[in-house]
Protein backbone atom coordinates (compact mmCIF):
# COMPACT_ATOMS: atom_id res chain seq x y z
CA UNK A 1 0.00 0.00 0.00
CA UNK A 2 1.00 3.73 -0.56
CA UNK A 3 3.00 5.35 2.28
CA UNK A 4 3.05 8.53 2.90
CA UNK A 5 4.98 11.35 5.15
CA UNK A 6 4.36 14.83 5.82
CA UNK A 7 7.77 16.47 5.89
CA UNK A 8 6.11 19.88 7.72
CA UNK A 9 4.74 21.09 4.55
CA UNK A 10 2.89 18.70 2.49
CA UNK A 11 2.41 14.43 2.04
CA UNK A 12 4.63 12.55 0.15
CA UNK A 13 4.99 9.22 -0.81
CA UNK A 14 7.82 6.97 0.32
CA UNK A 15 8.85 5.11 -2.73
CA UNK A 16 10.42 2.07 -1.19
CA UNK A 17 13.81 2.89 -2.35
CA UNK A 18 13.47 6.12 0.74
CA UNK A 19 14.84 5.19 3.95
CA UNK A 20 12.75 7.32 6.79
CA UNK A 21 14.51 7.40 10.13
CA UNK A 22 13.20 7.95 13.52
CA UNK A 23 14.45 9.04 16.86
CA UNK A 24 14.73 6.57 19.65
CA UNK A 25 17.37 6.30 22.16
CA UNK A 26 18.72 9.55 21.59
CA UNK A 27 19.38 9.47 18.47
CA UNK A 28 17.94 8.93 14.77
CA UNK A 29 18.22 5.13 13.37
CA UNK A 30 17.15 3.98 9.88
CA UNK A 31 13.83 2.52 9.15
CA UNK A 32 13.68 -0.91 6.92
CA UNK A 33 9.88 -1.81 7.77
CA UNK A 34 6.66 0.21 8.86
CA UNK A 35 3.49 -1.44 10.09
CA UNK A 36 0.20 0.32 11.08
CA UNK A 37 -2.42 -1.53 12.88
CA UNK A 38 -6.04 -1.43 11.09
CA UNK A 39 -8.06 -2.21 14.49
CA UNK A 40 -7.54 -5.82 14.02
CA UNK A 41 -3.65 -6.27 13.73
CA UNK A 42 -0.31 -5.49 12.35
CA UNK A 43 0.34 -5.09 8.92
CA UNK A 44 2.95 -3.99 6.90
CA UNK A 45 3.26 -0.51 5.32
CA UNK A 46 6.07 0.08 4.02
CA UNK A 47 9.51 -1.56 3.09
CA UNK A 48 12.57 -0.07 2.37
CA UNK A 49 14.67 -1.51 -0.24
CA UNK A 50 17.62 -0.18 -2.91
CA UNK A 51 18.47 -3.53 -3.80
CA UNK A 52 17.76 -4.81 -7.36
CA UNK A 53 16.28 -8.32 -7.65
CA UNK A 54 18.79 -11.13 -8.23
CA UNK A 55 18.77 -12.74 -11.89
CA UNK A 56 19.82 -16.43 -12.22
CA UNK A 57 22.28 -17.39 -15.07
CA UNK A 58 20.55 -18.96 -18.51
CA UNK A 59 21.62 -20.83 -21.49
CA UNK A 60 20.44 -20.33 -25.00
CA UNK A 61 19.92 -23.41 -27.51
CA UNK A 62 18.97 -23.60 -31.22
CA UNK A 63 17.19 -26.57 -32.01
CA UNK A 64 16.15 -27.85 -35.57
CA UNK A 65 12.13 -26.98 -35.29
CA UNK A 66 13.85 -23.03 -35.70
CA UNK A 67 13.63 -21.56 -32.04
CA UNK A 68 16.21 -20.10 -29.65
CA UNK A 69 15.45 -21.88 -26.00
CA UNK A 70 16.01 -20.34 -22.89
CA UNK A 71 16.48 -22.51 -20.15
CA UNK A 72 17.84 -22.41 -16.06
CA UNK A 73 17.89 -24.89 -13.61
CA UNK A 74 18.45 -25.48 -10.00
CA UNK A 75 16.97 -22.24 -8.31
CA UNK A 76 14.16 -19.52 -8.77
CA UNK A 77 14.75 -17.37 -11.84
CA UNK A 78 14.42 -13.97 -10.23
CA UNK A 79 14.63 -13.17 -6.48
CA UNK A 80 14.51 -10.32 -4.15
CA UNK A 81 15.37 -10.65 -0.63
CA UNK A 82 13.97 -7.17 0.49
CA UNK A 83 10.84 -6.27 -1.10
CA UNK A 84 10.05 -9.04 -3.91
CA UNK A 85 9.87 -8.84 -6.81
CA UNK A 86 6.56 -7.41 -9.08
CA UNK A 87 7.58 -8.18 -12.53
CA UNK A 88 10.47 -9.85 -15.18
CA UNK A 89 10.37 -8.93 -18.61
CA UNK A 90 12.73 -11.03 -20.97
CA UNK A 91 13.46 -9.24 -24.45
CA UNK A 92 15.58 -9.92 -27.86
CA UNK A 93 17.29 -8.51 -30.07
CA UNK A 94 18.82 -9.94 -33.90
CA UNK A 95 22.34 -9.27 -34.08
CA UNK A 96 24.15 -9.65 -37.44
CA UNK A 97 27.11 -11.56 -37.04
CA UNK A 98 29.90 -9.12 -36.84
CA UNK A 99 28.09 -6.24 -36.22
CA UNK A 100 25.77 -4.43 -33.50
CA UNK A 101 22.64 -5.28 -31.88
CA UNK A 102 19.80 -4.24 -33.84
CA UNK A 103 17.42 -3.12 -30.75
CA UNK A 104 15.26 -4.71 -28.27
CA UNK A 105 11.71 -6.12 -28.62
CA UNK A 106 9.75 -7.49 -25.81
CA UNK A 107 8.90 -11.44 -25.08
CA UNK A 108 8.01 -12.60 -22.17
CA UNK A 109 6.10 -10.37 -19.90
CA UNK A 110 5.68 -11.84 -16.41
CA UNK A 111 4.01 -10.64 -13.57
CA UNK A 112 2.35 -13.76 -12.32
CA UNK A 113 5.15 -15.63 -10.34
CA UNK A 114 6.57 -17.40 -13.14
CA UNK A 115 9.83 -16.35 -12.13
CA UNK A 116 9.55 -18.44 -8.88
CA UNK A 117 9.71 -21.93 -10.74
CA UNK A 118 13.35 -23.38 -9.79
CA UNK A 119 13.48 -24.47 -13.37
CA UNK A 120 12.11 -23.46 -16.75
CA UNK A 121 12.14 -23.53 -20.33
CA UNK A 122 10.94 -21.17 -22.74
CA UNK A 123 11.26 -21.42 -26.56
CA UNK A 124 11.51 -18.52 -29.02
CA UNK A 125 10.12 -18.62 -32.25
CA UNK A 126 13.25 -17.02 -34.86
CA UNK A 127 11.67 -14.54 -37.61
CA UNK A 128 12.97 -17.04 -41.47
CA UNK A 129 14.65 -13.58 -42.32
CA UNK A 130 16.99 -13.62 -39.59
CA UNK A 131 18.62 -17.13 -40.87
CA UNK A 132 21.62 -17.81 -42.64
CA UNK A 133 21.23 -17.87 -45.97
CA UNK A 134 23.79 -18.98 -48.94
CA UNK A 135 25.17 -16.37 -51.49
CA UNK A 136 25.28 -16.48 -54.58
CA UNK A 137 27.74 -18.43 -56.66
CA UNK A 138 31.44 -17.37 -57.00
CA UNK A 139 33.50 -19.50 -59.56
CA UNK A 140 33.17 -23.01 -58.20
CA UNK A 141 31.97 -21.94 -54.58
CA UNK A 142 29.36 -20.32 -52.93
CA UNK A 143 29.24 -18.00 -49.71
CA UNK A 144 27.31 -18.21 -46.64
CA UNK A 145 25.59 -15.06 -45.48
CA UNK A 146 22.84 -13.61 -43.44
CA UNK A 147 24.54 -14.67 -39.97
CA UNK A 148 22.43 -13.41 -37.15
CA UNK A 149 22.23 -14.11 -33.38
CA UNK A 150 20.15 -13.56 -31.12
CA UNK A 151 20.51 -11.67 -27.58
CA UNK A 152 18.33 -11.76 -24.87
CA UNK A 153 18.58 -10.03 -21.82
CA UNK A 154 15.72 -9.79 -18.86
CA UNK A 155 14.66 -6.97 -16.77
CA UNK A 156 13.32 -7.91 -13.42
CA UNK A 157 11.70 -4.89 -11.48
CA UNK A 158 11.01 -5.72 -7.39
CA UNK A 159 8.21 -3.62 -5.22
CA UNK A 160 10.32 -0.81 -4.36
CA UNK A 161 10.99 0.25 -8.31
CA UNK A 162 14.67 -1.04 -8.20
CA UNK A 163 15.73 -2.32 -11.29
CA UNK A 164 18.21 -5.05 -12.39
CA UNK A 165 19.27 -5.63 -16.14
CA UNK A 166 21.13 -8.76 -16.99
CA UNK A 167 22.01 -9.52 -20.52
CA UNK A 168 23.78 -12.45 -22.44
CA UNK A 169 25.23 -11.21 -26.05
CA UNK A 170 25.66 -13.36 -29.20
CA UNK A 171 23.08 -16.12 -27.48
CA UNK A 172 23.30 -18.96 -30.49
CA UNK A 173 23.34 -18.16 -34.20
CA UNK A 174 20.00 -18.91 -35.34
CA UNK A 175 19.40 -21.70 -37.76
CA UNK A 176 20.40 -22.05 -41.70
CA UNK A 177 17.40 -21.41 -43.98
CA UNK A 178 16.66 -22.62 -47.48
CA UNK A 179 18.88 -24.61 -50.32
CA UNK A 180 22.58 -25.00 -50.16
CA UNK A 181 24.86 -26.18 -52.43
CA UNK A 182 28.31 -27.89 -51.58
CA UNK A 183 30.77 -28.36 -54.11
CA UNK A 184 34.73 -28.79 -54.47
CA UNK A 185 36.85 -26.04 -53.89
CA UNK A 186 37.86 -23.90 -56.95
CA UNK A 187 42.00 -23.36 -57.67
CA UNK A 188 41.97 -20.17 -58.96
CA UNK A 189 45.29 -20.41 -59.90
CA UNK A 190 44.69 -23.34 -62.35
CA UNK A 191 41.35 -22.49 -63.35
CA UNK A 192 39.73 -25.35 -62.15
CA UNK A 193 37.86 -27.31 -59.19
CA UNK A 194 39.30 -29.78 -57.02
CA UNK A 195 36.84 -32.21 -58.60
CA UNK A 196 39.62 -35.14 -59.75
CA UNK A 197 43.25 -35.70 -59.60
CA UNK A 198 44.01 -36.46 -62.68
CA UNK A 199 45.60 -33.56 -65.38
CA UNK A 200 44.00 -34.93 -68.93
CA UNK A 201 46.25 -31.64 -69.77
CA UNK A 202 49.29 -33.36 -69.69
CA UNK A 203 50.87 -36.45 -71.42
CA UNK A 204 51.06 -38.66 -70.07
CA UNK A 205 47.92 -38.33 -67.74
CA UNK A 206 49.50 -37.50 -63.98
CA UNK A 207 48.29 -36.71 -60.57
CA UNK A 208 47.39 -32.98 -59.76
CA UNK A 209 45.95 -30.59 -57.28
CA UNK A 210 47.54 -33.29 -54.24
CA UNK A 211 47.81 -29.98 -51.69
CA UNK A 212 45.16 -28.37 -49.81
CA UNK A 213 42.63 -28.68 -50.69
CA UNK A 214 42.74 -30.98 -53.13
CA UNK A 215 40.80 -34.12 -54.18
CA UNK A 216 41.70 -37.88 -54.88
CA UNK A 217 40.33 -39.88 -56.93
CA UNK A 218 41.20 -43.48 -59.00
CA UNK A 219 39.35 -46.08 -60.74
CA UNK A 220 41.60 -49.01 -59.47
CA UNK A 221 44.35 -48.53 -62.02
CA UNK A 222 47.72 -48.16 -61.47
CA UNK A 223 48.39 -44.61 -63.23
CA UNK A 224 52.07 -42.43 -62.14
CA UNK A 225 52.60 -45.87 -60.09
CA UNK A 226 49.57 -45.41 -57.98
CA UNK A 227 46.65 -46.86 -57.37
CA UNK A 228 43.23 -45.84 -56.25
CA UNK A 229 40.64 -48.04 -54.98
CA UNK A 230 38.73 -45.27 -54.24
CA UNK A 231 37.35 -41.65 -55.61
CA UNK A 232 36.68 -39.49 -53.27
CA UNK A 233 35.33 -35.74 -53.47
CA UNK A 234 36.87 -33.31 -51.10
CA UNK A 235 34.80 -29.69 -49.86
CA UNK A 236 37.67 -28.44 -47.83
CA UNK A 237 34.95 -26.46 -44.80
CA UNK A 238 32.18 -26.18 -46.33
CA UNK A 239 30.49 -29.14 -44.28
CA UNK A 240 31.76 -27.19 -41.48
CA UNK A 241 30.58 -23.54 -43.01
CA UNK A 242 26.89 -24.48 -43.47
CA UNK A 243 26.23 -26.51 -40.23
CA UNK A 244 26.18 -23.47 -37.62
CA UNK A 245 26.53 -24.08 -33.95
CA UNK A 246 23.35 -24.10 -31.89
CA UNK A 247 24.33 -24.40 -28.36
CA UNK A 248 27.36 -23.73 -25.93
CA UNK A 249 28.14 -27.04 -26.03
CA UNK A 250 29.39 -27.34 -29.74
CA UNK A 251 26.29 -29.20 -31.35
CA UNK A 252 25.28 -27.80 -34.51
CA UNK A 253 22.17 -27.89 -36.67
CA UNK A 254 21.11 -30.73 -39.08
CA UNK A 255 19.83 -30.28 -42.14
CA UNK A 256 16.23 -31.42 -43.08
CA UNK A 257 17.02 -33.35 -46.71
CA UNK A 258 19.95 -33.24 -49.10
CA UNK A 259 20.93 -35.45 -52.31
CA UNK A 260 24.10 -36.04 -53.76
CA UNK A 261 23.87 -35.62 -57.74
CA UNK A 262 27.26 -37.12 -59.77
CA UNK A 263 27.42 -36.95 -63.19
CA UNK A 264 29.34 -39.55 -65.88
CA UNK A 265 31.94 -37.74 -67.78
CA UNK A 266 31.04 -38.60 -71.69
CA UNK A 267 31.78 -42.19 -71.63
CA UNK A 268 34.56 -42.17 -69.32
CA UNK A 269 33.71 -44.68 -66.27
CA UNK A 270 31.88 -47.27 -65.78
CA UNK A 271 28.52 -47.69 -66.42
CA UNK A 272 26.02 -49.67 -64.31
CA UNK A 273 25.70 -49.26 -60.87
CA UNK A 274 27.91 -46.51 -59.25
CA UNK A 275 28.20 -46.66 -55.49
CA UNK A 276 29.01 -43.63 -52.82
CA UNK A 277 29.91 -43.50 -49.38
CA UNK A 278 30.74 -40.84 -47.07
CA UNK A 279 34.52 -39.87 -46.00
CA UNK A 280 36.08 -38.41 -42.77
CA UNK A 281 38.50 -35.37 -44.93
CA UNK A 282 37.94 -32.07 -45.46
CA UNK A 283 40.65 -32.70 -48.45
CA UNK A 284 44.03 -35.14 -49.13
CA UNK A 285 47.26 -34.44 -49.27
CA UNK A 286 47.76 -37.57 -51.78
CA UNK A 287 48.82 -39.58 -48.67
CA UNK A 288 46.56 -39.78 -45.93
CA UNK A 289 43.76 -42.26 -46.98
CA UNK A 290 39.61 -41.58 -46.56
CA UNK A 291 37.96 -43.40 -44.05
CA UNK A 292 34.30 -44.50 -44.65
CA UNK A 293 31.15 -44.57 -43.05
CA UNK A 294 27.25 -44.73 -43.11
CA UNK A 295 25.27 -46.22 -45.50
CA UNK A 296 26.28 -46.89 -48.90
CA UNK A 297 24.10 -44.84 -51.63
CA UNK A 298 23.81 -46.66 -55.34
CA UNK A 299 22.55 -45.71 -58.85
CA UNK A 300 22.41 -46.52 -62.67
CA UNK A 301 24.49 -44.18 -64.27
CA UNK A 302 24.93 -45.61 -68.12
CA UNK A 303 25.51 -43.35 -71.08
CA UNK A 304 27.69 -40.92 -72.26
CA UNK A 305 27.03 -37.97 -69.64
CA UNK A 306 24.57 -39.87 -67.86
CA UNK A 307 24.15 -38.37 -64.42
CA UNK A 308 22.28 -39.17 -60.76
CA UNK A 309 20.97 -37.49 -58.32
CA UNK A 310 20.12 -39.55 -54.90
CA UNK A 311 18.74 -38.63 -51.41
CA UNK A 312 20.41 -38.94 -49.04
CA UNK A 313 19.13 -40.14 -45.50
CA UNK A 314 18.93 -38.65 -42.07
CA UNK A 315 21.89 -41.12 -40.69
CA UNK A 316 23.71 -39.05 -43.56
CA UNK A 317 22.39 -35.72 -42.41
CA UNK A 318 23.59 -36.65 -39.46
CA UNK A 319 26.58 -37.19 -39.86
CA UNK A 320 27.49 -33.96 -41.47
CA UNK A 321 25.70 -32.24 -38.71
CA UNK A 322 28.12 -33.83 -36.37
CA UNK A 323 31.39 -33.46 -38.53
CA UNK A 324 32.44 -36.93 -38.61
CA UNK A 325 31.68 -36.86 -42.54
CA UNK A 326 33.36 -34.01 -44.11
CA UNK A 327 32.34 -35.41 -47.30
CA UNK A 328 31.53 -38.39 -50.46
CA UNK A 329 33.07 -40.52 -52.56
CA UNK A 330 33.17 -43.52 -55.15
CA UNK A 331 33.34 -46.82 -53.36
CA UNK A 332 33.38 -50.20 -54.46
CA UNK A 333 30.10 -52.44 -54.98
CA UNK A 334 30.80 -55.72 -54.95
CA UNK A 335 34.29 -56.47 -56.52
CA UNK A 336 34.65 -53.68 -59.31
CA UNK A 337 35.90 -50.29 -58.13
CA UNK A 338 34.08 -47.40 -59.43
CA UNK A 339 35.63 -43.44 -59.78
CA UNK A 340 35.14 -39.60 -59.85
CA UNK A 341 34.58 -38.20 -63.66
CA UNK A 342 38.20 -38.22 -65.38
CA UNK A 343 37.93 -34.51 -66.33
CA UNK A 344 38.04 -31.90 -63.85
CA UNK A 345 36.09 -29.58 -66.11
CA UNK A 346 33.36 -31.97 -65.97
CA UNK A 347 33.44 -31.64 -62.23
CA UNK A 348 33.57 -27.84 -62.31
CA UNK A 349 30.05 -28.25 -63.27
CA UNK A 350 27.51 -29.90 -60.92
CA UNK A 351 29.40 -33.49 -60.82
CA UNK A 352 29.45 -34.41 -57.27
CA UNK A 353 27.45 -31.44 -55.87
CA UNK A 354 25.76 -31.83 -52.08
CA UNK A 355 22.51 -30.16 -51.87
CA UNK A 356 21.64 -29.67 -48.35
CA UNK A 357 17.93 -27.99 -47.63
CA UNK A 358 17.27 -26.41 -43.73
CA UNK A 359 13.17 -25.90 -43.49
Request: glycine share 12%; hydrophobic share 30%; aromatic share 14%.
Amino acid sequence: MPTYVHDGSVWQELTGTDRPFVHAGGSFQGVNEIYVHNGSGWQQAYQFDNTGPSVADWTVVGNDSNQMTINWSGAAFVTDAASGVASVQIQYQYTPYGGSGEGWNAWQNWTGGEWTASSGSYGFTVSNAKRATQGSAAPGFYQIQNLYYVDFRVIATDNAGNVTTKEMANGQLTRPYGTFYLVPPYDAANARTYGDSYSLTATPDSFVGLGEPSIRSGNGTSVGSQDWSYGCWFYGNEVETYHLYRDASGNRYKADSGTLFAQRHLTSGISGTWAWQQHNLTFSNGATGASFLGNILTASISGSNASATVNLDSDHLTAFSNLSAKGFGMVRNGSTNYRVCRNYLQDFSASGTITLVFN
